[in-house]
């Protein structure tokens, strides 16, 4: 009689003490990810080849390309350049850029206060896509 009690109970005291995971609030498992704004890394090798050597004697630096920012800040090489397709047009230098999420393209605003879009850069510049590097103009 007692073997039936035991065989009852011992699933009930196994099931009490096996530690389970209840459902904390917090962050979710998968969170969303930052707008992509399409910009390329041009190589200072060519940065160099671009631009005047004696209006940037000390060349080019890659810019520091995230998810939906670049930007130059590296020590004195503080001006970004950017190249479209065509290898013969002269890198145009920047000052500022935003990525639209909802667009994924840039805006970009030029030394002298002028705001473009990403699709009159690549028109000035012979085409997408764009790369970008970092020089110090004087």
């Known amino acids: 009689m007692t073997l039936p009690i035991v065989l009852l ?3 009930s005291v196994a099931l009490a003490c096996i530690p389970t995971k209840t459902p904390e609030p917090g962050i979710p498992a998968v969170t969303p990810a930052p707008p992509i704004c399409p910009m390329g890394a041009l190589s200072t090798t060519t940065c160099a080849a671009l631009l005047d050597a004696t209006r940037h004697p000390n060349g080019c630096v890659p810019a520091m390309i995230g998810p939906a920012s670049f930007a ?4 004195a090489f503080t001006t970004a350049f950017l190249q479209g397709a065509d290898p013969t047009k002269t890198p145009l ?4 850029s935003t990525c639209d999420p909802a667009t994924k393209m840039w805006t970009f605003k030029a030394n002298r ?3 473009f879009t ?3 850069m ?3 510049l012979g085409g ?3 790369s970008t590097a970092c020089s110090n103009p004087p």
Do not use: D, F, Y
């Open 122 to 124: 690549e028109n000035l």
């Open 72 to 75: 130059c800040t590296t020590g």
């Open 9 to 11: 109970v011992i699933p």
């Open 118 to 120: 990403q699709a009159k």
């Open 128 to 130: 997408g896509p764009l």
């Open 113 to 115: 206060g002028q705001t």
């Open 93 to 96: 230098p920047i000052m500022s």
